[in-house]
């Protein structure tokens, strides 16, 4: 009977706490269910689809674990939304693999361009109040003409950045790529296209706190993480998260160094957590803070999607592909529609963090995954169907390649990227190859053999020497192997390392011309 009683107080306390939206489990605790601060889902053991089928909260957990171990993703976490309310919300796996510490539903992860919805939703409360409005061009909110602004000077010699509006930057059709390389420049006339670009979000984030006098940051906080109890969200890194956060892991499972924002950036510096940002989505879904006409303007489609892949932005790759979806783009949301309604997803990516939310109107159902591993996005489609029912989500345009479809890569072509540091990237050769990922690259002798004349071709004689003797140490009866390391030797001027190698590749293959050859004339 006594134990009976501690299970209803604990029980008791467990509902209040989450009722309050304050999470009472321990860092250490890294599955945490949530229920929906309303009566109606005290009780709740299951979550609902969009089919109307369910699921066991031990289902989920099990699904997710499955997968996560599948495809090598070190750590995720999910909330799920029922009835516009947060139904379920858990973490699993490693905030920090490296010192085996779990991730919990209070960890600080990086929300990547999470961070262009709560800019969209504090944009639009200031159209809202009057302050900006979406269709005004941009300079006329400006002190000064674009091109005078330091960051902007490139656009001197081209009067289109008179055309750009609020409403150009949010839906992505201000004709900037995604990113500058170098140049600043307009691709496409702006309004004319939709090609996603954090540009146009840096642009109107200039605007927006030289009208209102206020850091992003600070508007955050007043408008967004403040009225939704969202307090271990924010633009910048707080001293207060070091406690709790994780880091980012890469397709082996090793940890990323963390980047510790100082400066806002309303493209995607958001740190969040899984429990916060789910009361975000939960706040966006029954409207809270814009009036109903702002939230259908947020929700209705400024332009249709035609492009082939959301990335590279820049791409005159078409496709029909999605027109059963009638693939759009509102106000800081992309857009789909489905035999269950209208749908708003958005996407986070940075490197070793990748985040999804798909939220369904109609349903009053929506799901958040996020992830802190360069493997997250191909458990993003299973889990949508599994979990929740979702098969619209239009993965193949946002490259969401399910993990057991991926082609193998070069590994030639990776270590490439890590030649500064021939030492690390002969280490990180070992880690992949060793790896459950290691299906993940191509390791076979010719790898090596290509990336090591490369750095001959560059001068790099003795990170060749490196990669040809670490290829003779993964095939050490291939006459070839020691036949090029014997020729990077010769190269380098050491010549009795050169014939050392020959000799050695003849005895494997005493009908190798090559090596006999340059055998008369070293000796």
């Not at 890569?409 to 280490?427: C, P």
């Not at 070992?430 to 071709?457: C, D, R």
């Amino acid at each position: 009977m006594e134990g009976f009683v501690k299970k209803i107080i604990v029980v008791i306390v467990i509902v209040l706490a989450l009722s309050s939206g304050r999470s009472i489990f321990s860092e250490q605790s890294h599955v945490e269910k949530g229920k929906a601060n309303s009566n109606e889902f005290d009780n709740i053991t299951d979550v609902k689809k969009i089919t109307g089928e369910t699921l066991k909260f031990k289902e989920v957990d099990e699904t997710v674990k499955h997968y996560m171990k599948e495809a090598n993703v070190t750590g995720l976490s999910l909330a799920i939304l029922n009835n516009n309310k947060i139904a379920y919300i858990s973490s699993y796996g490693y905030k920090d693999k490296e010192n085996n510490k779990s991730l919990d539903t209070n960890t600080i992860m990086l929300g990547a361009s999470f961070s262009k919805v709560v800019f969209t939703y504090i944009v639009l409360q200031l159209v809202q109040d009057n302050i900006i409005d979406l269709d005004k061009p941009l300079y006329n909110y400006l002190k000064k003409p674009l091109p005078e602004y330091s960051n902007y000077d490139d656009l001197k010699d081209n009067k289109l950045w008179e055309k750009l509006t609020p409403r150009m930057c949010l839906n992505h059709t201000t004709g900037f790529p995604n990113s500058r390389q170098g140049k600043l420049e307009f691709v496409y006339d702006p309004g004319s296209k939709y090609a996603y670009s954090g540009e146009g979000i840096n642009l109107l984030q200039l605007v927006v706190e030289e009208i209102t006098n206020k850091s992003v940051e600070e508007l955050a906080l007043n408008k967004v993480f403040k009225p939704f109890e969202m307090e271990r969200t924010s633009y910048l890194w707080q001293n207060r998260f070091k406690n709790n956060y994780a880091f980012g892991h890469d397709i082996i499972g090793a940890n990323i160094d963390y980047t510790k924002f100082n400066q806002v950036s309303a493209g995607g510096s958001l740190l969040t957590t899984i429990a916060d940002f789910a009361r975000f989505i939960e706040a966006i879904m029954q409207s809270n803070g814009l009036t109903k006409e702002m939230f259908n303007e947020m929700l209705s489609p400024s332009i249709r999607i035609k492009s082939k892949y959301q990335f590279p932005t820049i791409s005159n790759e078409v496709t029909d592909e999605n027109d059963s979806i009638n693939l759009s783009y509102g106000l800081g949301w992309g857009l789909i529609f489905s035999e269950y309604g209208k749908a708003f997803f958005k996407e986070g990516h940075g490197l070793g963090f990748q985040n999804y939310t798909i939220n369904f109107l109609d349903k009053k159902t929506s799901m958040i995954i996020m992830t802190n591993s360069e493997n997250g996005e191909s458990i993003f489609k299973v889990l949508l169907d599994k979990i929740i029912g979702d098969t619209y989500t239009p993965w193949k345009w946002e490259r969401y390649i399910p993990y057991n479809e991926i082609k193998p890569k070069s590994i030639g072509r990776y270590l490439y990227d890590l030649m500064d540091n021939i030492d690390g990237a002969i280490e990180k050769y070992y880690q992949f190859k060793t790896s459950p990922s290691k299906n993940t690259f191509v390791f076979n002798e010719a790898e090596l053999n290509g990336l090591a004349y490369q750095m001959i071709k560059e001068g790099k004689i003795d990170n060749a020497i490196r990669l040809f003797m670490l290829n003779v140490e993964e095939y050490p009866n291939s006459s070839n192997a020691y036949d090029s390391l014997a020729e990077a030797y010769m190269i380098d001027g050491q010549n009795e390392l050169a014939i050392e190698n020959y000799t050695r590749s003849l005895e494997l293959d005493p009908g190798n011309v090559n090596a006999i050859e340059m055998l008369k004339q070293l000796k």
